[in-house]
DNA sequence: AGGAGTGATGTAAAGGTTTACATTCACGTC
DNA sequence: GACGTGAATGTAAACCTTTACATCACTCCT
């Protein structure tokens, strides 16, 4: 008969004959019960096979142990390593991790709004740089939230995620060492933080080695392949070009690398390309891509374990926390010294589009 | 002062002059509610902002509003798209999408039983194809269950994925007519339900071309990279090899691919090459990799309608969804109808390692 | 010896919902 | 005009916990 329908707390109390209010201790503070009493009702627990309802627990308590994670594409090659520390950390303190991805539709924000209402969500992870809901007054509503990986553009919300600024001028150093002195940055943005913080460790690097900073060479982009690949198509429709690519993530320097490489040049050869991000798919590519490393997991796990101090009430002390990013060197960036010289009008073979190049036919 | 805490039932009931019963009915079941008494209702609901607390509603229902999504490995490729599926439909229904992953370890595994058993969800999708939880006799608990990806080898759950038979089908009945005749299948597994799904297809391939199966072309694997990898390396210990592989999954393919250009072979010009699975990398690899394609997004979304159908307590009437695979053209084979002639050895240049090449130094 | 203090346990309320059952009312029928 | 019928609504129990408060039995102090 216990077998159709689980053990509730009475079930045990009535084996350990003891009342529900003892059992309820034993589990949950067990310093208040004798230890003798403890003992039986360990056992009652074993025999049972109890476990508490989740349900009752968290309607008595008023809040649940449930952790919502929202991100706009579940797919993004950046998001399942973070889920992976997220969860890990979320499941070693007793709770579980509910994800729901918006597609950046308004509309579906607002489901999982209701989702925090209704209680069914402690606290929320933000995987996005905007906040999924339009602009709702419910923001007072907001359980404690986290951002990742890109900051919260809103404000107000503690973020966990890489030192962007810090990521992109290792890149820069290590184009600029190369002897790289025309540097473009792929991909700037007024709205999204993170591409803002990248674009600034960029100017640091060119300032830091007393290179000037070429407007023409800033490429706006919104991080995806073809902001990159668009990127390429204005810059040779000019007359000047870099001989390095500073993307601000790893999709636009594919999106680069694909119109480099449609149009006939070579990678490193030609051009040297950096990314930011080391997608999964980096090292698979043709060349191999020289990108920034995310330590993703350790993002995911340290803005869980933010999120839990936010829920015992305490006040962070810091509202960043901002991880070291790595370098991984890789095929993409060539020692471009002899590129740089041979250089006339930045870039080394003769094109169509560039008008230079059509007025005197001598560059090869 | 409905700020600070949500509105329950009772302030609705109490603004529309009802009682809470009729409340929860115009919600429920609004046919039982007179069309003037429902108004009123829903327009104290708007006012209030009032939202059923999910906690008391599952308590009450004995059944939450969640499904349990198992997997061993998140970071998985498939898995992130198969998931999209999953809580499209489940969202579409009402319910939430809770995630485990449990890295192949019985005893998270076990963890996220007691999940179940606590009643915080009401179904599970299993995206593995062993059951998680060690041979605990509580299989007799199990919520409704659904199975994707791949089989559920403990059987008796229901299973929505790719006709594996057919795209592997697909696969050999390319290479046989780009010429291959020498194919050879990397990945056999005896407890894998989908390698040797695939393999039934290889073989069914080889026969209907009146090809002979050389069972020293069958190598063992367990899809990773490595075990692409040292399936080669094995091959090329032997005196025979194939001209084509044909790879139980695109991991394997990737290891396989890689073994080979490090040996200095090109592909497809040496060898061909053929996946499954065609996960996100197979696009930019060099060569990019021929595939067959999962309908991952349709697969998770059937799973997730048929585990529906199930807590609706409806016997389905098919234990097993078979979706079809398509067939992804890329460079990764080639036709080898001159490769296949010119090879006396089964492979093209000399090796060292083979005995026959080493014995008659004539094969370039 | 009486009482304060302490430690262990029990009693009962509360948390928000759903729903079986009871009640009320209006209507139509004989 | 009494009564059965059916629709609309209300009452109250049940779901399972947690915990404030009450109770009880000690020990120890004065």
Known sequence: MSKSTPATIEDVARLAEVSIATVSRAIHTPEKVAKETRLKVTQAIAITGYTTNAMARSLRL???N???VVAPDIGDPNFSNILVGL?????????????????????????????????QAAGMILFTGILPFGHQTMTARLPPSVGVFEPVYNGGIPYVGVDDAAGARKAIDLLIAEGHRRIAFIGESRTRLAHARRKAGYEDGLSAARLELDPRLVMPGDGTIESGRLAVEQ????????????????????G???????????I?????????????????????????????TAIGKQAMALLFKLLQDEKPEETEILLAPDLVVRNSVGGSARAAEALTH?????????????????LL
């Open 87 to 119: 969860e890990n950390e979320a499941r070693s303190h007793g709770y579980g991790v509910l994800i729901g991805h918006t597609q950046n539709d308004p509309q579906r924000g607002l489901e999982y709004l209701k989702f925090l209402n209704s209680n």
């Open 235 to 254: 810059l040779f429709m000019r007359d000047t070009l870099p001989s390095a690519f500073m993307c601000v993530n790893d999709q636009t320097a594919i």
């Open 66 to 68: 449930m952790i919502l």
């Open 256 to 266: 680069v690398m694909l119109a480099l490489t449609a149009r006939g040049y070579s």
């Open 62 to 64: 008023g809040r649940s």
């Open 346 to 362: 930045g870039h080394r073979r003769r094109h169509p589009l560039c008008a230079r190049c059509r007025a005197d036919g001598s």
């Open 268 to 296: 490193p050869g030609d051009f040297s390309v950096t990314g930011f991000d080391d997608v999964p798919q980096a090292s698979f590519m043709n060349p191999t891509l020289t990108t920034i490393r995310q330590p993703r």
